[in-house]
């Protein structure tokens, strides 16, 4: 009954959604994003250089790429091209495609195994998440609950795709639940350093931009613990939430390389991009009309170095500037 319970029906679920999901990606051109998450996965893996990793984080581009980057039929880019030295992502993922025999050719040589390691993440989450629910609960809770993620054609369609969409709901959920049982397993004396959540939660931050946004919920959630529940005072409390962000940056910093350079370094001479910033700082001085801060920014965009000084460029970039001007849509 335990092996039933433990083993054979999660796997069984594990196994459907594999077969599906697979079953559903063979013949299907690549997306409009996926090219472009490969050819930052792929040149991250060949020359460790992380130029082309500003529109998301690198993780799971990284993960997801490595069967291409392992594949002998695959060609890149030189890397002496113009689009490779100013990090012209989109041109690159164009490039990748045409130069690997267009877009079918792509699709069934080179995405197809890029795709199965994804579908094979998302079925063993699925396993993680019928094991945390059996535990938490009961194996109804979990059967169900894993049945019907499983069955989801929002799961079925896009954790069988080269993005970052369903590995940041992965690790969002991961991170959560590991705060959720450091907090509920915490004694009530003292500080306990979390540290499966700041692990699980740095890989989340690594996966999507998305992740910040629940890092605030996160650190707002500790701090209301250890003040309110524990009473450990707000300097105490204060020391916890110091501790997860350092503890992030101390890992973000490691996992680029310990780079330091100017939000203008890592524009690599790209013409197009610099203007964009330049003009983007020129919007924000006019908004601030009390404030004249465009020679502040200025200075700031061109001579102060950064950690991890993607990252900080791709959130400002993809999220910051990308709300502020809005986004176009069109109806099909």
């Known amino acids: 009954k ?50 082309l990793n500003q529109h998301h984080p690198f993780l799971f581009n990284a993960i997801n790429a490595l069967p291409a980057a392992l594949n002998p039929q695959l060609d890149t880019e030189s890397l002496e091209s113009n689009n490779w030295l100013m990090a012209k992502k989109d041109e690159m993922s164009t490039k990748l495609i045409e130069i690997n025999r267009r877009l079918n050719q792509f699709s069934e040589n080179i995405l197809y195994a890029s795709r199965l390691t994804m579908v094979l993440t998302t079925s063993l989450f699925l396993f993680l998440f ?50 959720y049982r450091h907090l509920s397993s915490h004694p009530k004396n003292g500080i306990k350093t979390p540290a499966v959540f700041i692990l699980f ?52 910093w490691a996992a680029y390389g310990f780079q330091l350079k100017t939000i203008h370094q890592v524009e690599y001479g790209n013409s197009w991009f610099i203007a964009a910033s330049l003009d983007h700082i020129t919007h924000l001085n006019g908004s601030i009309r009390f404030l004249d801060i465009a020679g502040a920014l200025e200075s ?27 986004h176009s849509t069109y109806l099909l």
């Open 201 to 252: 939660s740095f890989l989340a931050l690594l996966s999507k931009y998305t992740a910040v946004f629940a890092a605030i919920v996160w650190l707002f959630l500790i701090f209301y613990h250890y003040y309110f529940v524990l009473k450990l005072g707000f300097l105490g409390s204060v020391k916890v939430v110091l501790t997860v962000v350092v503890s992030w940056v101390a890992l973000l």
């Open 2 to 51: 335990k092996l039933l319970y433990n083993l054979l029906l999660p796997l069984l679920i594990c196994i459907f959604f594999f077969a599906a999901a697979a079953g559903s990606i063979r013949t299907k051109s690549a997306t409009t994003d996926e090219a472009s998450h490969m050819v930052r996965g792929i040149m991250l893996l060949k020359t460790g250089d992380y130029r």
């Open 130 to 179: 019928y094991t945390l629910l059996r535990r938490s609960f009961n194996v109804t809770a979990a059967l169900v609950s894993t049945s019907l993620l499983a069955l989801s054609p929002s799961l079925l369609a896009h954790g069988a795709l080269v993005t970052t969409d369903v590995p940041a709901m992965i690790m969002i959920f991961i991170a959560t639940w590991a705060l």
């Open 300 to 326: 700031f965009y061109y001579n102060f170095k950064l950690p991890f000084p993607q990252f900080i460029k791709g959130f400002y970039d993809n999220v910051f500037k990308h709300n502020f001007y809005g």
